[in-house]
């Protein structure tokens, strides 16, 4: 069975950083692209970030500033989310999703975590 795992949400202070990580369990996670996503209360999920399955390839969205950097240790099955200058309007459920293709995109995502809360103060 395939699942995913987030960590490293939490309450952080505008301007400050954050370390999110996705574990992936009953998956070959190297052969997988996986992508960031956040969903705050009221407001469509939106995907944040995204790296290819080697690594190689990140996702980088113009909406994000370059603040949000997705990177992975195959090894450990593991991918990260470094998040800098946090904003109030970065609060949102955070979650990881793999996709069943190497290459990173915008929506082909297969399977999904259950997400890790961020808290940004003012």
């Known amino acids: 069975q395939v699942q995913l795992v987030e960590s490293g949400g939490g309450l952080v202070q505008a301007g400050g950083s954050l370390r999110l990580s996705c574990v992936g369990s009953?998956?070959?996670?190297?052969?997988?692209?996986v992508g960031w996503f956040r969903q705050a209360p009221g407001k469509e999920r939106e995907i944040v970030a995204a790296i290819s399955a080697n690594g190689a390839r990140t996702l980088d969205l113009e909406s994000m500033k370059g603040r949000f950097t997705a990177s992975r240790d195959n090894a450990k099955n593991t991918v990260y989310l470094q998040m800098n200058n946090l904003k109030p309007e970065d609060t949102a459920l955070y979650y990881c999703?793999?996709?069943?293709?190497?290459?990173?995109?915008?929506?082909?995502?297969?399977?999904w975590g259950r997400g890790t809360q961020v808290t940004v103060s003012s």
């Open positions: 009953g998956v070959s996670f190297s052969s997988n692209a």
């Open positions: 999703a793999g996709s069943r293709y190497r290459g990173v995109s915008l929506d082909q995502y297969d399977y």
